[in-house]
């Protein structure tokens, strides 16, 4: 029965669950069935074909959730210091190049940054995007920006959506940017709205868009992202679904585009036309197509 539910649920998500795997599927289904009071895996599958909302609760015990603010600050300082004074410097030229044609494209859908993160877990990831961008655009509320954050879980979307964290979730967190975009209370701290008004939470089924649905919110035409975040979730799809998640990542890059991945996901597994960029001293690639007059939706 372990196998029909593993089963299941790659058809649903893409998401594998074979080999040592297997196991921890296996406990963490145990540890359900003990709070609905079910006997056997039987009874559990019986119980989900039969019950419409027990579905988001098997997909919220797939995926462990470990993560933090900052997390890879080798990132974080790229981004800030290198990527975003570059995509600074490209669009204040395409403005400039649009003064002179004949029907000039309005700055405001030039000053746009579309960001995914995918896999984002309870919001740290972008929440940290936000912040570092707030703090490295010379003129943040120049640009039109929009970091879309998505998650197959269901209840790491409510937390994230909520922006509330206890201090023992806040390491990472710079002192400078808790007191500039946190509300500290006695236990914790909340997003201030500035940060959240940036990210667009959503539920996200990366297998769904492996296989042509597009991005929550987004049209089918969508151009694709500036910059993506796809750290710590290749890991939980099979050899042959990494490469479709590669191709589909690639595909949703702008050109020009820079897409961000974990500390054990270098794409030299897989192929892809991306470049590494390698003067950032950790695992950042490019699209390196040349931007002719792409534009984010």
Same mark, same amino acid.
């Given at each position: /029965?372990?196998?029909?539910?593993?089963?299941?649920?790659?058809?649903?998500?893409?998401?594998?669950?074979?080999?040592?795997?297997?196991?921890?599927?296996?406990?963490?289904?145990?540890?359900?069935?003990?709070?609905?009071?079910?006997?056997?895996? *039987?009874?559990?599958?019986?119980?989900?074909?039969?019950?419409?909302?027990?579905?988001? /609760?098997?997909?919220?015990? =797939?995926?462990? !959730?470990?993560?933090?603010?900052?997390?890879?600050?080798?990132?974080?300082?790229? =981004?800030?210091?290198?990527?975003?004074?570059?995509?600074?410097?490209?669009?204040?030229?395409?403005?400039?190049?649009?003064?002179?044609?004949?029907?000039?494209?309005?700055?405001? @859908?030039? /000053?746009?940054?579309?960001?995914?993160?995918?896999?984002?877990?309870?919001?740290?990831?972008?929440?940290?995007?936000?912040?570092?961008?707030?703090?490295?655009?010379?003129?943040?509320?120049?640009?039109?920006?929009?970091?879309?954050?998505?998650?197959?879980?269901?209840?790491?979307?409510?937390?994230?959506?909520?922006?509330?964290?206890?201090?023992?979730?806040?390491?990472? /967190?710079? %002192?400078?940017?808790?007191?500039?975009?946190?509300?500290?209370?006695?236990?914790?701290?909340?997003?201030?709205?500035?940060?959240?008004? =940036?990210?667009?939470?959503?539920?996200? !089924?990366?297998? !769904?868009?492996?296989?042509?649905?597009?991005?929550?919110?987004?049209?089918?035409?969508?151009?694709?992202?500036?910059?993506?975040?796809?750290?710590?979730?290749?890991?939980?799809? @099979?050899?042959?679904?990494?490469?479709?998640?590669?191709?589909?990542?690639?595909?949703? =890059?702008?050109?020009?585009?820079?897409?961000?991945?974990?500390? *054990?996901?270098?794409? %030299?597994?897989?192929?892809?036309?991306?470049?590494?960029?390698?003067?950032?001293?950790?695992?950042?690639?490019?699209?390196?197509?040349?931007?002719?007059?792409?534009?984010?939706?």
């Amino acid at each position: /029965m372990i196998d029909t539910i593993a089963q299941y649920i790659y058809n649903r998500s893409m998401l594998s669950f074979t080999g040592h795997k297997k196991a921890v599927l296996r406990q963490r289904l145990e540890e359900r069935m003990t709070s609905l009071e079910l006997p056997n895996l *039987a009874a559990y599958w019986d119980y989900m074909r039969q019950n419409s909302h027990e579905e988001p /609760m098997l997909f919220d015990l =797939l995926t462990t !959730n470990e993560t933090f603010f900052f997390r890879n600050g080798k990132q974080f300082d790229y =981004l800030r210091q290198t990527i975003v004074p570059f995509i600074e410097e490209e669009r204040g030229r395409e403005v400039i190049r649009s003064w002179g044609q004949e029907r000039p494209v309005s700055s405001q @859908s030039i /000053m746009k940054l579309r960001i995914l993160c995918a896999g984002c877990s309870t919001g740290e990831e972008p929440y940290s995007v936000a912040m570092t961008l707030l703090d490295a655009l010379r003129y943040p509320k120049a640009w039109d920006i929009e970091i879309l954050a998505g998650d197959i879980s269901e209840s790491c979307i409510t937390f994230a959506a909520a922006g509330y964290y206890e201090n023992t979730r806040l390491k990472g /967190m710079p %002192h400078s940017c808790a007191g500039k975009y946190m509300r500290r209370t006695a236990d914790g701290a909340t997003v201030q709205d500035e940060v959240k008004r =940036l990210v667009r939470f959503c539920r996200l !089924n990366l297998g !769904n868009i492996i296989n042509g649905e597009p991005f929550p919110g987004f049209p089918p035409d969508f151009a694709g992202f500036d910059i993506i975040f796809c750290r710590n979730v290749m890991i939980y799809f @099979s050899v042959e679904a990494q490469q479709q998640l590669v191709d589909t990542l690639s595909r949703s =890059l702008l050109p020009g585009g820079f897409l961000f991945t974990g500390d *054990a996901e270098p794409l %030299h597994l897989y192929d892809h036309k991306l470049e590494a960029v390698r003067e950032a001293g950790c695992l950042i690639y490019r699209n390196a197509e040349t931007r002719k007059d792409v534009l984010s939706v």
